[in-house]
């Protein structure tokens, strides 16, 4: 038998505490990270119709259309984030094979009649009025995923070790190969990255050796070099990869979007220019202003305090996950938030240096900011898996600092 959170478990089960225990733990949610989730959304709104009214109107469209439309995924994102709070994070284990199909179908869909392509890539599935975005919720279908196996293999091991072997490591590769190829052949070179990285965080925090974690690191440039080598990779994406390393070489061609994103975020100086009145914005110099590089609005029209807090605000998010993580009562649980750390992390990270000219343009959205239902959707239910983690952490919580 084995003991988790206060119940008692046979080795392997996937069925929650009682109710009782439940209820105890719907009093205990983290309203920081809440707070700092909705904050952040709020924010979101606000920069996205900045960084698209100018446009809309120049299109003769309501100037309102996309803000609108991010209000009401703000609204569906939240009402899953306290769905999945108030619900008992541990019957994800009994359904990570519906969710793990469902993702590998999803995406099967995109290349179908029912996917819906833009740009050259088929990324997405139109149902109805609704387009989706499967490999949106990769990264979250790969941490509940690996996170179960991980927790039922710590739960039937009777050696109790808490590291991954060659073998395991090997299972959970294969594993996630099949939603990662399929999310590189759409192409969605972006997902793709996210997904590995997220990954590659889920087998460190399960407790993967460090002999197996360097050999993991050397096969990954193995594997990039010889993408590279063989054109495995669309010649415009290697230049995407890459222009940020050389930006001065060709400003108008491939570095193109980093070089305005500088000048955008430079521009804002201390304060920026207002709410609405980016001249780089304004004047559509900006590429994918409310997408990928909706930071360079916030740099321009709010300047460098405004930048700085949102990176604050993002940081209260990750810091609050990581104290979850650290409270979590069960492997599962550690699992699952440790690879939403990650996820959040990369994605902040990527999506900042991304704007800030020092790392590759990905298309990796910034979380809670960018426009776009299914990432919101996506992050948003990562946080509330979150905080079903922490509502039923056995641990005592009367310090809102780590202990």
């Not at 700092?36 to 709104?45: F, M, Q």
């Not at 969710?99 to 990324?123: D, E, I, K, Q, W």
Request: proline share 4%; hydrophobic share 55%.
């Amino acid at each position: 038998m084995t003991t988790i959170t206060g119940s008692t478990f046979t080795a392997g089960a996937s069925m929650p505490p009682p109710a009782s225990e439940t209820r105890r733990g719907l009093a205990r949610f983290d309203f920081i990270l809440i707070g700092a989730s909705v904050l952040l959304s709020i924010v979101g709104v606000t920069v996205v119709y900045a960084s698209t009214r100018e446009q809309l109107i120049a299109q003769g469209a309501n100037p309102h259309y996309l803000m609108d439309h991010q209000v009401e995924y703000i609204v569906v994102g939240f009402v899953a984030m306290m769905a999945l709070a108030l619900v008992d994070y541990r019957w994800l284990e009994a359904l990570r094979w519906i969710v793990y199909a469902g993702l590998v179908l999803a995406l099967l869909a995109t290349f179908t009649p029912l996917g819906s392509s833009a740009l050259g890539a088929a990324r997405w599935i139109q149902v109805g009025p609704v387009q989706i975005q499967p490999s949106a919720f990769g990264a979250l279908v790969l941490i509940v995923v690996v996170a179960a196996y991980c927790g039922r293999r710590y739960q039937l091991d009777q050696m109790h070790t808490d590291a991954l072997t060659f073998k395991d490591m090997v299972k959970l590769l294969l594993l996630a190969a099949l939603p990662i190829l399929l999310v590189v052949k759409q192409p969605d070179l972006g997902s793709a990255i996210v997904m590995l990285t997220t990954l590659f965080v889920l087998l460190v925090v399960a407790g993967l050796p460090n002999r197996y974690t360097i050999l993991l690191v050397l096969l990954g440039v193995v594997a990039a070099v010889a993408m590279v080598k063989l054109g495995l990779l669309h010649h415009y994406q290697l230049l995407r990869l890459t222009s940020f390393i050389h930006q001065t070489n060709n400003p108008a061609g491939a570095a193109y979007n980093s070089v305005e994103s500088k000048a955008a975020i430079g521009s804002g100086g201390l304060f920026g220019t207002g709410l609405l009145k980016g001249p780089q914005v304004n004047l559509f110099f900006l590429p994918e202003a409310q997408t990928d590089f909706i930071f360079s609005v916030v740099g321009e029209e709010l300047g460098f305090i405004g930048g700085a807090v949102l990176i604050f605000l993002l940081g209260v998010v990750i810091w609050r996950l990581v104290r979850i993580a650290r409270l979590a009562g069960d492997p599962f649980g550690r699992i699952l938030v440790g690879g939403t750390v990650g996820l959040m992390a990369f994605s902040v990270f990527e999506n900042i240096g991304m704007a800030s000219g020092i790392m590759p343009v990905a298309g990796i959205p910034l979380p809670f900011i960018s426009y776009g239902g299914s990432a919101l959707l996506s992050f948003f239910a990562c946080t509330g898996i979150a905080l079903s983690v922490y509502a039923r952490s056995p641990r005592k919580r009367n310090s809102v600092f780590i202990r």
